[in-house]
């Protein structure tokens, strides 16, 4: 299953933008968003349980990223706002039937994934 991530751009630092992406839907368990900077490892950004609502997020981004989904469309999204260039980097949205919350945060525990999408925060 190939998830189709969109939204990202360039923008200026304390602006906003809101990533989209087109999930499984309902044999989704968690899905989640990582994100990989230029020379860094791909990192855990948030996540939510698709039927709960419940999220999860990186400290790094408490408080100025919300996940949130519409089960309806099977869609998921990641609100950014007040970016900084430190943001800068490719967005990955990834979805799981199987996946736990003590693993929500790891990579392997989500088979389907998006293609990324580029967000860049000039200062």
């Known amino acids: 299953v190939q998830l189709q991530a969109s939204g990202g751009g360039l923008v200026q630092a304390g602006g906003s933008l809101r990533l989209s992406c087109a999930a499984p839907g309902r044999t989704t368990r968690y899905a989640a968003w990582f994100r990989q900077a230029p020379g860094e490892d791909r990192g855990f950004v948030a996540a939510?349980?698709?039927?709960?609502?419940?999220?999860y997020y990186a400290d790094s981004v408490k408080g100025r990223f919300t996940i949130a989904r519409d089960k309806a469309k099977n869609t998921l999204f990641l609100q950014i706002d007040s970016l900084r260039p430190e943001d800068t980097a490719v967005y990955y949205c990834?979805?799981?039937?199987?996946?736990?919350?003590?693993?929500?945060?790891?990579?392997?525990?989500?088979?389907?994934w998006g293609q990324g999408t580029q967000v860049t925060v000039s200062s």
């Open positions: 939510i349980n698709w039927n709960s609502g419940s999220t």
């Open positions: 990834a979805a799981g039937p199987s996946v736990i919350l003590s693993n929500i945060e790891s990579q392997t525990a989500y088979p389907y």
